[in-house]
């Protein structure tokens, strides 16, 4: 069992072969809910549709929306906009955006006139998909790659009524609301993906505050939405239930750092999760190479899910 733990050297999947995929999205524009930086799954999704072929346009929290743009303006994303043909994706537009607000009436007056917020203007969820139809008429692909949970850190049976309902608002209703108000602007055969994590159906630890609740019923809604979305508008709604990845949401939960070690020991395939994993299969699951897959979550994980014992466990080693 100790040689599970070691690491086999540099060993990567060869992603070199996605350089000959076809442009499976080609001529499509993508909305991609929840990219800040680009560390997160939102920003290898953007890479992977882009180098697809898709046009990108992303929304961003009002509070890091500065910040991002100052940094995508002064190249210090550059390096990590390098897509596999060597040249640079582009981000169309850049939408301010908080998913937990519908529309303009639901924001309280604190909220408006907080100075984080009040530089920017049509970010609630309502306003951004009228101002993405003004300016581009329609989408094909929709993206939701965003969660908050300001209890996180707290055990379920600590969490407050507020701090539960504030992370199902912020992880759950906001595919809803994004779904609910994108959908008329959505070409028909189009697809919308979010990301969900193994804590909807197994316990983990450490993952509280109510996420572990947003995310199961995510995946719960996933199934529902396919369905009416599908009837209503001829789109898939599919999520992705992604492997731990040192993102700046991750590393708020604190113990990030363990489970990709934990997944690196006890997953089936022994190797580092590459966020452009997951962009790759997010992109063939909004394509029409996956037109039949609809209401699914899909592992993008290194198989982790598949384990019922951790081959580290010491209990083993007795
Ligand atoms: N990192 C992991 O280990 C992991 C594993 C499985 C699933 N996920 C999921 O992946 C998705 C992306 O997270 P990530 O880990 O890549 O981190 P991230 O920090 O890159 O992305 C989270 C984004 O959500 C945005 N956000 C938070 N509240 C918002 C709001 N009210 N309105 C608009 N945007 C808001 C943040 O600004 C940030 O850009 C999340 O749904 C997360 O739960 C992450």
Known sequence: LSSQKKKPKNFKFPLDWVKFSCA????????????????????????????????????????ALNIFETSLRRGKFDESRKLPDGSLMEITKVYPLDAVFD???????????????????????????????????SIDILVHSLANGPEVTKPLLETSRSGYLAAVSASSYSFISLLQHFLPIMNPGGASISLTYIASERTIPGYG??????????????????????????????????????????????????????????????KELLAEEVGNAAAFLVSPLASAITGSTVYVDNGLNTMALAVDSPTLST
């Not at 560390?39 to 992977?48: E, P």
């Not at 604190?110 to 139809?133: C, I, L, M, Q």
């Not at 369905?227 to 239930?241: D, M, W």
């Open 209 to 270: 505050g109510g996420m572990s609740s947003a995310k199961a019923a995510l995946e719960s809604d996933t199934r529902v939405l396919a369905f009416e979305a599908g009837r209503k508008g001829k789109i898939r709604v599919n999520t992705i239930s992604a492997g731990p990845l040192g993102s700046r949401a991750a590393k708020a939960i604190g113990f990030i750092e363990k489970m990709i070690e934990y997944s690196y020991v006890n997953a089936p395939l022994q």
């Open 103 to 137: 529309s303009l009436e639901d924001v309280p007056e604190d909220v408006k006139a907080n100075k984080r917020y009040a530089g920017s203007s049509k970010w609630t969820v309502k306003e951004v998909a009228e101002t993405v139809k003004d300016d581009f008429g």
């Open 24 to 63: 499976i999205v080609s001529g499509k524009r993508a909305f991609i809910a929840g990219v800040a930086d680009d560390n997160g799954y939102g920003w290898a999704i953007a890479k992977a549709l882009a180098a697809a072929g898709a046009e990108i346009l992303v929304g961003t929290w009002v509070p």
